[in-house]
């Protein structure tokens, strides 16, 4: 299991692969670690357990955790603040601009 890696940062939070959330609660740094709902083959949904933040270290090892279980390719990062993160966590990549560029539409 890999305790450090690259994370992708993305600017929202609407992603269909692992995503860990950062944002401050009281003062101190908190995560938690979401996935998409799966369907195993037995028909049973598998979801996260949400509603209870931990440090971002526990966040990002259950994500790996969940990386080397689920069928899911990638973890993603959600967070507020960027200056928020930790180099000791891993390296932030910075959002990627989208490959489509809305235009206005002239008539």
Not at 40 to 47: A, E
Not at 77 to 105: C, H, M, Q, R, T
């Amino acid at each position: 299991m890999r305790t450090k890696g690259e994370y992708q940062r993305v600017l929202d939070d609407d992603v269909d692969e692992i995503l860990v959330r950062i944002w401050k609660l009281d003062g101190a740094v908190v995560a938690e670690a979401d996935h998409p709902t799966l369907e195993h083959i037995s028909g049973q949904l598998i979801t996260a357990a949400l509603g209870n933040p931990v440090t971002v270290p526990e966040a990002l090892a259950i994500a790996n955790k969940w990386l080397d279980q689920l069928p899911l390719k990638r973890i993603f990062i959600y967070i507020e603040d960027p200056s928020d993160w930790n180099e000791d966590w891993g390296i932030l990549l910075p959002p990627k601009p989208s490959a489509i560029i809305v235009k206005p539409f002239r008539a």
